[in-house]
């Protein structure tokens, strides 16, 4: 086909491709989305170029991946198409800095459209008469164990130290997690896994002392006997504290061993 185009819409220093819906084969939608996003950055000194694409476009989504697109988001149930069913319309753009081409353009797509999971951190920390520090929030009803979600580029056990002394005021280095568990969907959020660590028994100096320092999520920290876990925490976090307590290590899925 060789009267197929894609347009370029511009507004200052951002574009927007389009192109009318019909059918045309990969290679050349390909070939027209790499000559209009090459002549619109270099031509026209754009700073980003982006495409929306319906979720259900697979031909348009591997074209404009290939031409160094990176997805940046998702609009839900945005479109209508033939049937009059509802489908999702991703949203991918270009800028001017991204790589391209090669091994590094290639793993930065990549790393943009592949499936990507919660990474969560944790702490069991226990006093002289065997109770287990728990964290009570502002957002929930069932109570936490010291610890949260793991940043970009931060390792399970450096998210596993900052959160704790972020939460409870306690300075610790882990070594390796006790537990690493596989967490299903739950209440909207979607699957994750989660370290849990093994921060021993602390004096009665100590943890007579400990107190929530994080005001902005925590009301207080609690000493709970592991018999009462089952009021306090939800069924999976039961699970996996008992597995702690117990001297149980390893992965695994859903607070079970596999």
């Given at each position: 086909m060789t009267d197929f185009s894609v347009q370029v819409?511009?507004?200052g220093d951002?574009?927007?491709l389009r192109?009318?819906?019909?059918?045309v084969d990969a290679e050349t939608l390909e070939k027209a989305v790499s000559l209009a996003a090459d002549d619109a950055i270099i031509a026209h000194e754009l700073r980003r170029l982006q495409v929306d694409l319906p979720a259900n476009d697979l031909v348009a989504r591997r074209a404009v991946q290939r031409c160094g697109f990176r997805l940046e988001g998702r609009l839900r149930s945005a479109q209508r198409v033939a049937n009059d069913d509802l489908v999702d319309v991703l949203i991918y753009a270009r800028l001017a800095i991204d790589p391209v081409y090669g091994p590094q353009g290639f793993s930065g797509v990549m790393d943009?459209?592949?499936?990507?999971?919660?990474?969560?951190s944790h702490a069991v920390f226990r006093d002289p008469r065997g109770r287990v520090l728990l964290t009570e929030t502002r957002y929930k009803k069932d109570w936490e164990l010291p610890g949260g979600i793991v940043e970009p580029g931060e390792s399970p056990r450096v998210g596993a130290e900052r959160e704790v002394l972020e939460e409870v005021g306690l300075t610790v280095a882990f070594g390796n997690a006790t537990l690493i568990d596989w967490m299903p969907p739950y209440l909207g959020w979607s699957d994750a896994i989660e370290f849990i660590f093994d921060g021993g028994t602390l004096t009665l100096e100590v943890a007579d002392t400990v107190t929530a320092t994080d005001l902005r999520e925590l009301v207080a920290v609690h000493w709970v006997d592991p018999a009462?876990?089952?009021e306090r925490v939800t069924e999976?976090?039961?699970r996996r504290i008992r597995l702690v307590l117990s001297g149980f290590s390893g992965m695994t899925e859903d607070g079970?061993?596999?």
């Open positions: 819409e511009i507004s951002v574009g927007v192109w009318k819906e019909q059918r943009s459209v592949l499936p990507m999971k919660r990474m969560i009462d876990l089952d999976l976090s039961a079970r061993p596999l």
